[in-house]
Each structure stands twice: as structure tokens, then as C-alpha cells.
């Protein structure tokens, strides 16, 4: 029998979990807004959709991401083995603590859900501090995201609903920085290299200027959101930086990687970021229905884009294979695309149908997620074609 490979890399299972976690969540949390099933204990529906997105959905592929990365950055040797496999199991534990809430002691609840992070900076923090390494503040982000998931249990341990939704906010905000930082710098940088391959001649500018604004409005904006959620001066920081983004990524020479959907797919992940950024604006300043969805355009649009398109990405680099989609996997971009289009402006184009939309949405993220399984489930538990380790 073929030794499997998952736990060779930290992408492997993560990006394996990501995947799986995003086809099935959504279709249970449809289930829940539709009345068809109920989730029993003192966790409302809403509020385990978005914080299993975050906590569970993004934080894997946060995880599956760093892991693999900072080998990378720092030259250590790769994370595998046992000390993968408890990063693996702590996520695991809280996923179904948190579907547990009504049968286990809190403290069970609490020590299975904050486990993960624990962990994972347990594991990144020797290289990057033997290193020095200038990513060092992804152990302070990883910080902050294990405090606001803190914060969101406390709120559910008091049932204050307003605490758990401010935390949830905040989270977001917080991966948007995240990927204000990591986006900047893998998406130019890609565009970059697959001009050079062509032969082209066209500069992909990153601006300093331009970078401050970006990441300096986009951490306001979460700043602004901790201090005075909702309030009518977040407009304008959300509108700089939506304009900031904008500028931003049409530097980076989008047009030009629209023959490769591996690359597209990056700027039409961050494409998101302006978009999103921008609908808050108008919406908190107008209260304009077709803008209600910002919140979607930012997490669906940019949170599941960006890691769709670096898992595929990842997956492919890393296991010694050719940079080059399948046809299945461009399908899969173009379902998830379709998805956040329904999501973000379904209910105001077709108001009163909007359950409906809701459940296309739905089936058009889980097939994606689905496609992504099918055709990386078996590349992510497989050896590198090069022979090489990992």
C-alpha cells in the first residue's frame, strides 16, 4: 500500500481540511438559516457560520499557508510529522467543540477551540526568531486572532451576542491585514515572474506610497471598527482605503495575467479588497440596499478567493509540479466567482427570491471547494513527482 504524504508538509492536511471544512460548512449552514436543522445549545446560528468560516475555514488555510512559508522564509527544515499531526488534531478538537457547545462543559469548549493557535506559533516561532526573519509579526497577528477568538467565547459564555459580533468584525478586519501584507507582496511578485517567462517588457510597479496607504487605511479601518463599529466616519476610511487597493492593483498589470488563470484568479481575489472596501462606504454613508453586502464581498470575495487561489497554487508548486490549472480547477475559480456575485448583489437583483439566492450561492461555494478536492485531495496525499522531501 502507497504510504500517504499528508503529513510531510503543512500544507498538506490543512489545505486538505480548508477544503473540505468549505464544501460542507456552507451547506450546514444553509440547512440552519432555513429552519431545516437547529443547532442546539446557547451558540446562535449566525454566529457559528461566521465564526466557523474564520476559525475554522480561514484559520486552517492560514495555517496550512504559514507553515509551509516560513520554511521557506527562514530555510529551516520544513514542519511534518508529529509535531503537524497535534497542530492538526487541535484543530480538529475545536471544530468539533464548537459543534458541541450544548454537550460539553465550557472549559472543554474553550481549551479545544484556543488550542490551535497555541500551537501553531509554538511551532513558527523557533526558525523565525533564530532567523530574525522580518515576518516575525505574523507571530503578533496569530496573537491577536488567538485574543479575539478569546473574546468571542466570552461573549458566548454571557450570551452577549454584541461581544461575539464585535469580535467576529474584528477578526476580519484582522485577516484583511493579512492579506493587505501577504497579498502585496505574492501577487506583483507572481505577475512579475510570469512576465519575465513570456518575454515581456512591462514593469509591475509597487509604489511605497501606494503600499502605506493601503496597509495603513486597512489597519484603521479594523481600528476604526474596535473603537466605534458602524459610525459614519468609517466611511471615509474605508474609502481611502478602497481607493488605496484600487491604485495599488492597477500597478500590479492585471490585464496582462488574464491568459492564466492560476494568476488571474490572485488579482481577482484582491480585486475584492477595493470592491468590498468600497461598498462599506457607500453603504454605511447612504445606507444604499445594493451595498448591504459588503461584509460578503470581502470575506467570500477576497478571504475564499485569495485561498483558493494559493492553495492551488501551493499545491502545485510544492509538489514538484508545473504552475499550470487544470480545467477543473479554472472551473472551480469561475463557480466561486459566480458565488460572490450572487452573494453580494442575489437579494437586491431578485428581492424577493432572496432565499434563494442564498442557496445558489451556497451550492456554487461548495462546488467549487468540491472541484478543489477532487483534484488536489489526491495531489496533497501523494509524494512529490520530483523525488524530492515534502
Not at 496550512?64 to 530555510?75: D, I, K, Q, R
Not at 510597479?205 to 501606494?210: A, K, L, N
Not at 466611511?235 to 492585471?254: E, F, K, N, P, Y
Request: aromatic share 10%.
Amino acid at each position: 500500500m502507497k504510504r500517504s504524504s499528508l503529513l510531510d508538509y503543512g500544507f498538506r492536511p490543512f489545505f486538505l481540511l480548508a477544503g473540505g471544512y468549505a464544501a460542507i460548512v456552507i451547506p450546514g449552514w444553509m440547512a440552519l438559516f432555513s429552519g431545516h436543522a437547529a443547532l442546539p445549545g446557547a451558540l446562535p446560528a449566525m454566529y457559528w457560520h461566521a465564526h466557523e468560516m474564520l476559525f475554522g475555514f480561514v484559520a486552517a488555510a492560514i495555517a496550512g499557508f504559514l507553515l509551509t512559508a516560513v520554511p521557506s522564509w527562514t530555510g529551516a527544515r520544513g514542519f511534518a510529522g508529529v509535531p503537524l499531526a497535534l497542530a492538526v488534531i487541535a484543530w480538529l478538537a475545536g471544530r468539533v467543540a464548537m459543534a458541541s457547545v450544548a454537550s460539553l462543559p465550557f472549559w472543554v469548549v474553550a481549551a479545544a477551540e484556543l488550542a490551535l493557535l497555541p500551537v501553531l506559533a509554538g511551532l513558527l516561532a523557533p526558525p523565525l526568531l533564530r532567523a530574525r526573519n522580518r515576518n516575525l509579526a505574523m507571530l503578533a497577528v496569530i496573537a491577536v486572532l488567538w485574543l479575539i477568538d478569546s473574546a468571542f467565547l466570552v461573549g458566548l459564555s454571557r450570551g452577549d451576542t454584541l461581544l461575539m459580533g464585535r469580535a467576529l468584525t474584528l477578526a476580519i478586519d484582522v485577516v484583511l491585514v493579512l492579506v493587505a501584507i501577504v497579498g502585496g507582496r505574492i501577487v506583483p511578485a507572481f505577475t512579475a515572474n510570469a512576465l519575465r517567462r513570456r518575454g515581456e517588457t512591462v514593469e509591475v510597479r509597487s509604489r511605497p506610497w501606494v503600499e502605506g496607504i493601503a496597509i495603513g487605511a486597512t489597519i484603521a479601518n479594523a481600528i476604526a471598527d474596535l473603537l466605534s463599529p458602524g459610525a459614519l466616519w468609517i466611511a471615509a476610511i474605508a474609502a481611502i482605503a478602497a481607493a488605496a487597493h484600487a491604485v495599488r492593483l492597477a500597478g500590479w498589470r492585471s490585464f496582462k495575467a488574464r491568459g492564466e488563470s492560476i494568476l488571474w484568479v490572485l488579482h481577482l481575489g484582491y480585486a475584492w479588497m477595493p470592491a468590498g472596501l468600497a461598498l462599506k462606504a457607500i453603504f454605511l454613508s447612504s445606507h444604499a440596499e445594493w451595498a448591504a453586502k459588503w461584509q460578503h464581498a470581502l470575506t467570500v470575495g477576497v478571504f475564499g478567493t485569495m485561498i483558493l487561489a494559493v492553495m492551488t497554487r501551493v499545491a502545485l508548486g510544492h509538489t514538484g509540479r508545473p504552475l499550470a490549472v487544470s480545467p477543473a480547477t479554472t472551473a472551480a475559480y469561475l463557480l466561486l466567482t459566480a458565488c460572490v456575485v450572487v452573494r453580494v448583489f442575489g437579494g437586491v437583483v431578485l428581492p424577493d427570491h432572496y432565499l434563494a439566492t442564498m442557496f445558489t450561492a451556497a451550492a456554487l461555494w461548495s462546488a467549487a471547494f468540491a472541484l478543489f478536492l477532487v483534484v488536489y485531495a489526491p495531489i496533497l496525499a501523494s509524494p512529490r513527482v520530483d523525488g524530492k522531501p515534502g
